[in-house]
């Protein structure tokens, strides 16, 4: 078993066994975030899903209203005229093969990489480079698109993009532990009602099984799924 610090043992013991109102639960998750740099805040969602079913799958995007409390990088791979509209609208690194190239020799200084649909034939060939990383540009996740403005924009606000794992768990990362307990609220409604909208087809059964937020390096706190399903989002704004 490995070891668990003082300092995680004594965060521990702050936490009850018992499933918090999600609002508790995001104060308490702020009251154990120690660490000596800002934490993320984090929620850890094991869903009736499974996933080496095509139709129990669950890959999509999330709008957090009150954004991620990071600077995202966005590189944008395009041709022509789109490049600078790419460029225009904030694109941190703009490309067309010349970017391909360099990303196939290591090139890594970007959050989130976006394509128009006519490049993609050769970003395939980068699949096994950003793949692993998460950076593949796909349709379902917003970023193979003509509309870079659109794209640029949502990402740099706080779109971001997740999947369930091969065992059904999905672990996304909502916001910043300097945040107050409702914004972080905000965005967990919107990170629920998010998964919930995209319910795979072939999900069958109970469809939330448990929910977890933490700070990076702080103790897992048990939420209510049903009250924060039930919460309007009036209550929180």
């Known amino acids: 078993m490995p070891k668990i610090s003082r300092r995680l043992q ?3 013991a702050k936490v009850e066994e018992k499933d918090y109102h999600p609002l508790e639960a995001l104060a308490l998750l702020k009251d154990t975030a120690t660490a000596k740099f800002t934490e993320a805040a984090e929620a850890h969602i094991r869903l009736g899903i499974d996933p080496k079913y095509t139709d129990q799958q669950l890959r999509t995007t999330v709008a957090l209203p009150k954004g991620t409390g990071q600077i995202v990088r966005v590189a944008v791979i395009a ?12 694109a941190d690194i703009v490309g067309s093969e010349e970017l391909i190239d ?3 020799k290591g090139r890594m200084d970007f959050d989130k990489l976006i394509a128009t649909p006519d490049v993609m034939p050769q970003v395939a060939r980068l699949g096994k480079l950003l793949g692993p990383r998460g950076l593949m540009p796909s349709p379902k ?3 193979v698109t003509f509309d870079l403005a659109g794209a640029i924009a949502e990402f740099k606000a706080g779109k971001l993009e997740f ?3 091969r065992t059904g768990i999905v672990h996304v990362m909502f916001g910043k532990t300097t945040f107050s307990p409702e914004d972080l609220l905000v965005n967990l409604k919107a990170l629920q009602e998010t998964i919930d909208r995209n319910r795979p087809s072939g999900a069958k059964g109970r469809y939330w099984r448990t929910f ?9 706190i048990k939420v209510d799924i049903s009250a924060l399903r039930d919460l309007k989002l009036s209550e929180v704004a």
């Open 102 to 104: 360099e990303i196939q």
């Open 212 to 220: 977890y937020v933490a700070a990076t390096m702080g103790p897992s």
């Open 10 to 12: 004594t965060l521990q």
């Open 163 to 165: 999947r369930a794992d």
């Open 79 to 90: 041709r022509g005229e789109k490049v600078n509209e790419a460029s225009n609208a904030g």
């Open 141 to 143: 996740g917003g970023t």
